[in-house]
């Protein structure tokens, strides 16, 4: 990633949402600060949102974030998995739960809408993304809540549990982990030692996350979207099959394991509004969201 800035997928996804405010109707997730943190006008979405036309050139990383936007059932998914996510994470605060933490936040805006007093909010990233979000936090007057704590981890020289702990988070009450956009960018050892290190919460515990689901129909092309992840500085690492992540899982002490294709989860929102031209959208077809607790 970039030691200056956030991750160009972290800015796709930011866009994406931004673009569904103002592209989608039905709305699947209502961020009326996800333009504001960006900085950008409608009219800058707008150009972002349309299609390219020809050969993008030499900057990867601008048609990469015109793909993201402007790809509909892609731009979907990613209002999508937020909404399961907040919406899981509203389940478990009625049930109890008091604190969350969002792994990989990105420049996520959950924290700054938090309908749920009393729920503390640990947003979870590399300190250049989280200053670069700070400084965006502050020239668009958005403030940051009390019950917010920001946890810079750099992975290369600190360990998840020794900066949470720092940073007031509580191993032995129960929690959410929010965990969207990341693991494939995961070894596959990394990403078992977070689901570990969950897993050693108290209960009860659950976490979300999406993945790439690596099956014989969907390899060629999920190569050829890791090729283009690659070609910007952002290679993607691990994919797992359903039944093997379900297993892993469960052998962690998670008890209850829902995995829904995405397609699934956004229809489960937009009913027969989420008819796409070919089923099921080739980008979509790998992609899955799950949720693990107990």
């Not at 972290?10 to 109707?25: F, G, P």
């Not at 309908?115 to 979870?124: D, H, S």
């Not at 693991?183 to 976490?207: C, H, K, M, N, W």
Request: without cysteine; proline residues 7%.
């Amino acid at each position: 990633m970039d030691n200056e800035g956030p991750s160009r997928t972290a800015l796709v996804t930011a866009y994406a949402r931004a673009y569904h405010q103002i592209a989608d109707r039905p709305v699947i997730l209502s961020d009326p600060l996800a333009a504001p943190l960006l900085g950008v006008t409608v009219e800058e979405l707008t150009d972002v949102g349309r299609p390219a036309e020809g050969d993008p050139g030499s900057d990867a990383g601008m048609g990469m974030l015109r793909l993201g936007v402007a790809d509909r059932p892609r731009r979907l998914f990613f209002a999508a998995r937020a909404r399961f996510a907040e919406d899981r994470v509203a389940e478990a605060v009625a049930a109890g739960v008091r604190q969350v933490v969002i792994l990989g936040a990105g420049l996520d805006t959950f924290a700054y809408r938090n309908p749920n007093p009393g729920l503390r909010v640990f947003e979870v990233d590399h300190p250049a993304t989280q200053a670069w979000k700070r400084q965006r936090l502050a020239a668009s007057g958005i403030d940051q809540p009390e019950q917010l704590t920001f946890v810079p981890v750099d992975f290369e020289t600190d360990t998840l549990a020794t900066r949470l702990e720092a940073a007031g988070f509580s191993r032995t009450d129960p929690a959410a982990f929010v965990w969207l956009g990341v693991v494939f960018y995961l070894t596959p050892d990394a990403a078992r030692a977070t689901l570990e290190y969950i897993a050693g919460q108290s209960e009860p515990v659950e976490v979300i996350f999406d993945y790439l689901a690596d099956t014989d129909e969907d390899r060629a092309q999920l190569r050829a979207r890791a090729n283009r992840a690659a070609a910007v500085g952002e290679p993607w690492f691990s994919y797992f099959t359903p039944d093997g992540i379900a297993a892993q899982l469960r052998a962690l002490g998670f008890t209850d394991v829902e995995d829904h294709a995405a397609t699934d989860v956004i229809a489960g929102y937009l009913g027969e509004s989420a008819e796409f031209e070919g089923e099921p959208p080739e980008s979509l077809r790998p992609v899955r969201i799950l949720r693990a607790s107990r």
